[in-house]
Structure formats: C-alpha cells, structure tokens
C-alpha cells in the first residue's frame, strides 16, 4: 500500500463520514471497481497517461452521471491529480480502513482439505465469539499441512496444523541430541 492510497482513502472517509453517506459512496465504489474490472477498455483508458486528465474527467462525469455527489467529486480530483489509474488500489485501502473501523476481522483459513461451509461458520463463530469482533473469513487448500488449520489474520499467523507440530517435535528431538 502507498502512503498516497492511504490519503486518498482517508480523505474520501472523512468526506463520507461527514456527510453520513458511507454506505452509499461504499456501494458506488464497489460497483464502479468491479466496473473497471469487467472493463478492459475503461481500465486502460484510465490509466493512460496519454489522455488528458480533463478527458478522464469527463468521460467519469458521462459514466457516472447518477452516483453521488461526493463520490463523482472524488473521481475528479483523481483524474486532475493523474490518480485515476489507481483507484482500485485507492479502493483496497479504503475498504481496509471501513474494515478497521467497523472492527471487521480479516482472516485466511488455510486446511488441508476444503471446509465446508458450516465447518467454517463453526469457526469464524468461535473466534467472533473469542474476539468480539465480525469476522471475514477466506478459505483456501494447502495439502502440505497434513491436518489441521492454519488462520491469517493480517502479518499474524495462528499455525495449528500437523506439519507444524511435526516441524516442532523434529526440532524438538533434534535439540536433546
């Protein structure tokens, strides 16, 4: 993440705070992401430094004609900055900030074979439960662990999978030798 991303996204907090309209401008700002994301064309216009920022600008205001206020505002001052080409990354910090905010942990559930759903609403529970906080969890595989689960939250890590635990008895009977 760049200190620049950071800014953007705090100054559009700030913004949407202000005017009671963070669920709103959160809603146009996804929707206008995954725009971009279904959008090559779109994308690389954006991020062409070829075209005019002003060009940009209007191609948004075109775009967007609807959208709040607020959000149409934030757009142009990217574009007249020359950060329209980062607003998904923009995005990922602002998302990361609602997150903080709203207290919504972060996790990756990493298993050896795939959780079902209600394995993994077990667990988030347990830890929303053990945290007070939401939890947003992602899953993914990794046969390697052998067993068990190994949760990232983060730079954090919680590794209670049987490689570890093999990894630590070996180290273990290692050092007695």
Do not use: C
Not at 35 to 40: I, K, N, Q, T, W
Not at 70 to 75: E, S
Not at 127 to 139: C, F, L, P, Q, T
């Amino acid at each position: 993440m760049a200190v620049v991303h950071r800014v953007y996204a705090e100054a559009l907090l700030a913004a949407a705070k202000d005017q009671k309209a963070v669920e709103q401008i959160r809603n146009e700002y996804r929707d206008f992401v995954a725009a971009l994301a279904e959008s090559e064309e779109l994308r690389s216009f954006l991020r062409n430094p070829q075209i005019e920022s002003r060009a940009k600008r209007e191609a948004l205001e075109q775009i967007l004609s609807g959208a709040d206020k607020r959000f149409l505002n934030f757009l142009r001052v990217l574009a007249e900055k020359g950060r329209i080409g980062e607003v998904e990354e923009i995005h990922k910090e602002w998302e990361r900030l609602l997150a903080a905010e709203e207290r919504v942990l972060e996790l990756e559930l990493i298993t050896a074979i795939e959780l079902s759903d209600k394995e993994t609403a077990e667990i988030v529970g347990q830890i929303e439960k053990a945290s007070g906080r939401k939890v947003e969890a992602s899953r993914a595989v990794d046969p390697d662990i052998l067993g068990g689960i190994v949760i990232r939250a983060g730079s954090k890590l919680l590794d209670a999978s049987v490689r570890h635990r093999l990894d630590q008895l070996r180290e273990e009977l290692l050092s007695r030798s």
